[in-house]
């Protein structure tokens, strides 16, 4: 076990720097942020010098990355050309907002994705089953921000209803986590029905239905506990998907999040911000799914003998 | 003689042409909707040309935001769902928005789908480190939500439809990869696969005659459900003003100009939507049709 967590944590490092790498290396394509600090402006050539030693890109390449690296590891992300805030600080400020939305998402989906798939898969074959099907496909079919759009339209601009944007209220989080987790919902409803139907083909499932326990017994407490554990592992390697959902969301409905904080900063070339924001969501993202990984193998031993 | 009366009961067993597919739209409804959707959504994209009603990229000021033809009782419009902000009639741009849907997300899949076949193989047929190699690149690939990736580089790069290809292409040959080493992994030890190397066979033969065609089915099912994922990234990255070129007609780009007019435009918001939509929708079913019929174990 322990030699499996470490080969787990090693891999995990070694991902998190090649996504590190990427990044640093794609973000000083984007442009010379020091023309576009000055704006409009003519700045003088001793002052646009000035600015990029304080910015340190004077220096090659490889050295702006070993001290970014060397900054990350202690937690120091840079400060934000624009605001002059240590980029950490601004991260933390709109992290709680993307938290609450991934939530709201995750919620919304598991509420309906659970009782479609447990029904569709029961029903298999039944009119209720393709109706599942097909709910669960227009799901994933769904562009979000689209999604997002019409529910705007519908329950905003014609019913007025719910606030369009804003955080101030919990009325505010509805659209948005309606959104994410409708589509999200799709795809979680299609694994529960498979995975239910794996379950169900079980002869300790036929055992417990020829004993004479109740149908929705044998379905609850024997088929979909069992059914629930793929589910798990599921929804946590899903998790990037709804984070990378969640900055698209936050754009329809300004929703003060990571996602807003990254996209507003690559319109305004500030290096340190988009760096530090994508990579902070990238080590969630990772360490989640170790997470996942590592409670998965503790609860089914039979994951450990598999290739790690 | 014989032969005569053969046919005769064959015409008794067989049904007409038209009760054969009554009988198979019966069966297959959800595999009939994808097809039609899918063969929507191409002729519309091949014969873009010839059926939009308007020039696409033409503004007129003077029928900006028109309403949808049919809503309008004063007579000026004149597009039947109507304009947008610069006066461009929208089914037009819709018609030829599906070019860019189908283009970004076809070559996107045929890019992955070499380069991950061809990766694929490698690992699996000849194992070893290459196979350490790549599927660690693959495992890496995986664990970067590809929406930041994708914002990332193409904020690097800029707009343009040739780089949302190759950015698609180069993230998701993981998927062909790890399908086709895993099926690989598991045909290698197959009886029939020995003899062929027993017999002499070359590498290259083995793997054109015996191995791809055995997971065949699997790459077009999974291609298919990869062309509906990559009109949905292409659209969302272009709605984010980092994809395709906003000059072109594209859904994305449209969904991106429609959102100062939701409230009084609803048309502009609604319709490049639908587009989307169906046509995902219909490569989706199309794909789960496919691995329903082609994937018995799925």
Same mark, same amino acid.
């Given at each position: 076990?322990?030699?499996?967590?470490?080969?787990?944590?090693?891999?995990?490092?070694?991902?998190?720097?090649?996504?590190?790498?990427?990044?640093?290396?794609?973000?000083?394509?984007?442009?010379?942020?020091?023309?576009?600090?000055?704006?409009?402006?003519?700045?003088?050539?001793?002052?646009?010098?000035?600015?990029?030693? +304080?910015?340190?890109?004077?220096?090659?390449?490889?050295?702006?990355?070993?001290?970014? #690296?060397?900054?990350?590891?202690?937690?120091?992300?840079?400060?934000?050309?624009?605001?002059?805030?240590?980029?950490?600080?601004?991260?933390? !400020?709109?992290?709680?907002?993307?938290?609450?939305?991934?939530?709201?998402?995750?919620?919304?989906?598991?509420?309906?994705?659970?009782?479609?798939? @447990? @029904?569709?898969?029961?029903?298999?074959?039944?009119?209720?089953?393709?109706?599942?099907?097909?709910?669960?496909?227009?799901?994933?079919?769904?562009?979000?921000?689209?999604?997002?759009?019409?529910?705007?339209?519908?329950?905003?601009?014609?019913?007025?209803?719910?606030?369009?944007?804003?955080?101030?209220?919990?009325?505010?989080?509805?659209?948005?986590?309606?959104?994410?987790?409708?589509?999200?919902?799709?795809?979680?409803?299609?694994?529960?029905?498979?995975?239910?139907?794996?379950?169900?083909?079980?002869?300790?499932?036929?055992?417990?239905?020829? +004993?004479?326990?109740?149908?929705?017994?044998?379905?609850?407490?024997?088929?979909?506990?069992?059914?629930?554990?793929?589910?798990?592992?599921?929804?946590?390697?899903?998790?990037?998907?709804?984070?990378?959902?969640?900055?698209?969301?936050?754009?329809?409905?300004?929703?003060?999040?990571?996602?807003?904080?990254?996209?507003?900063?690559?319109?305004?070339?500030?290096?340190?911000?988009?760096?530090?924001?994508?990579?902070?969501?990238?080590?969630?993202?990772?360490?989640?799914?170790?997470?996942?990984?590592?409670?998965?193998?503790?609860?089914?031993?039979?994951? &450990?003998?598999?290739?790690? | 003689?014989?032969?005569?009366?053969?046919?005769?009961?064959?015409?008794?067993?067989?049904?007409?042409?038209?009760?054969? @597919?009554?009988?198979?739209?019966?069966?297959?409804?959800?595999?009939?909707?994808?097809?039609?959707?899918?063969?929507?959504?191409?002729?519309?994209?091949?014969?873009?040309?010839?059926?939009?009603?308007?020039?696409?990229?033409?503004?007129?000021?003077?029928?900006?935001?028109?309403?949808?033809?049919?809503?309008?009782?004063?007579?000026?419009?004149?597009?039947?769902?109507?304009?947008?902000?610069?006066? &461009?009639?929208?089914?037009? &741009?819709?018609?030829?928005?599906?070019?860019?849907?189908?283009?970004?997300?076809?070559?996107?899949?045929?890019?992955?789908?070499?380069?991950?076949?061809?990766?694929?193989?490698?690992?699996?047929?000849?194992? +070893?480190?290459?196979?350490?190699?790549? #599927?660690?690149?693959?495992?890496?690939?995986?664990?970067?939500?590809?929406?930041?990736?994708?914002?990332?580089? #193409?904020?690097?790069?800029?707009?343009?439809?040739?780089?949302?290809?190759?950015?698609?292409?180069?993230?998701?040959?993981?998927?062909?990869?790890?399908?086709?080493?895993?099926?690989?992994?598991?045909?290698? !030890?197959?009886?029939?696969?020995?003899?062929?190397?027993?017999?002499?066979?070359?590498?290259?033969?083995?793997?054109?005659?015996?191995?791809?065609?055995?997971?065949?089915?699997?790459?077009?099912?999974?291609?298919?459900?990869? @062309?509906? !994922?990559?009109?949905?990234?292409?659209?969302?990255?272009?709605?984010?003003?980092?994809?395709?070129?906003?000059?072109?007609?594209?859904?994305?780009?449209?969904?991106?100009?429609?959102?100062?007019?939701?409230?009084?435009?609803?048309?502009?918001?609604?319709?490049?939507?639908?587009?989307?939509? #169906?046509?995902?929708?219909?490569?989706?079913?199309?794909?789960?049709?496919?691995?329903?019929?082609?994937?018995?174990?799925?």
């Amino acid at each position: 076990m322990a030699k499996y967590i470490m080969k787990r944590l090693l891999h995990t490092l070694l991902v998190i720097i090649a996504i590190s790498m990427i990044i640093f290396f794609a973000i000083r394509l984007t442009g010379d942020p020091v023309t576009v600090m000055f704006g409009a402006g003519e700045p003088t050539k001793e002052a646009v010098e000035q600015i990029t030693e +304080k910015l340190g890109l004077d220096k090659s390449l490889p050295e702006q990355y070993f001290i970014f #690296m060397k900054d990350l590891v202690q937690f120091d992300l840079g400060v934000s050309y624009r605001s002059n805030q240590p980029v950490l600080d601004l991260i933390l !400020e709109r992290a709680w907002p993307t938290f609450l939305l991934a939530m709201g998402g995750m919620v919304v989906a598991v509420l309906i994705a659970f009782p479609v798939g @447990i @029904i569709s898969a029961v029903k298999k074959g039944k009119s209720v089953d393709i109706f599942g099907r097909i709910f669960s496909l227009i799901g994933i079919s769904f562009p979000n921000f689209w999604l997002g759009i019409m529910l705007i339209l519908i329950f905003s601009v014609s019913l007025k209803w719910l606030p369009a944007s804003g955080f101030d209220s919990f009325s505010a989080l509805i659209l948005p986590s309606l959104t994410l987790g409708l589509i999200l919902s799709g795809i979680l409803a299609r694994l529960i029905r498979s995975s239910m139907l794996d379950v169900l083909k079980m002869q300790y499932i036929t055992t417990a239905k020829s +004993k004479g326990i109740k149908d929705w017994v044998v379905i609850i407490k024997h088929a979909f506990r069992n059914a629930l554990l793929p589910t798990v592992t599921f929804m946590g390697l899903q998790f990037g998907a709804l984070l990378g959902g969640a900055v698209i969301v936050e754009q329809v409905f300004a929703w003060p999040g990571i996602g807003r904080l990254i996209v507003d900063a690559i319109n305004q070339r500030d290096y340190p911000v988009v760096q530090g924001g994508v990579i902070v969501l990238a080590i969630v993202m990772v360490v989640v799914n170790l997470l996942v990984d590592l409670s998965y193998s503790i609860i089914n031993p039979r994951i &450990r003998t598999g290739r790690g | 003689m014989v032969q005569v009366t053969e046919n005769k009961d064959m015409k008794k067993i067989k049904p007409s042409l038209g009760k054969r @597919i009554g009988k198979f739209i019966v069966k297959n409804p959800t595999g009939v909707l994808g097809i039609i959707l899918v063969s929507i959504a191409i002729f519309t994209a091949l014969f873009a040309g010839v059926i939009a009603p308007f020039d696409a990229s033409k503004a007129d000021l003077a029928h900006r935001l028109d309403v949808p033809m049919w809503l309008d009782d004063t007579g000026k419009s004149q597009y039947l769902l109507g304009g947008d902000q610069v006066g &461009r009639d929208l089914l037009s &741009r819709i018609i030829y928005g599906a070019q860019i849907s189908l283009i970004v997300s076809i070559s996107g899949v045929l890019i992955s789908l070499v380069l991950g076949t061809f990766l694929g193989v490698i690992a699996g047929y000849f194992g +070893k480190w290459f196979d350490d190699f790549i #599927m660690r690149i693959a495992d890496i690939q995986l664990a970067f939500p590809f929406m930041l990736f994708a914002i990332v580089i #193409m904020s690097a790069l800029g707009t343009g439809i040739e780089k949302i290809i190759i950015i698609l292409g180069l993230t998701y040959w993981v998927g062909f990869a790890r399908l086709i080493r895993g099926e690989i992994l598991s045909l290698k !030890e197959q009886e029939y696969i020995q003899a062929a190397k027993a017999i002499g066979g070359t590498h290259i033969k083995i793997i054109m005659k015996h191995i791809l065609p055995n997971v065949a089915s699997s790459i077009i099912v999974l291609a298919t459900m990869y @062309i509906a !994922e990559f009109i949905l990234l292409e659209a969302s990255l272009t709605f984010l003003g980092l994809g395709v070129d906003p000059t072109i007609p594209s859904w994305g780009g449209m969904l991106a100009d429609s959102r100062n007019y939701v409230t009084t435009a609803w048309w502009t918001a609604v319709f490049p939507g639908v587009a989307i939509m #169906m046509t995902v929708l219909g490569f989706n079913l199309l794909g789960d049709w496919l691995r329903d019929r082609l994937d018995p174990n799925m």
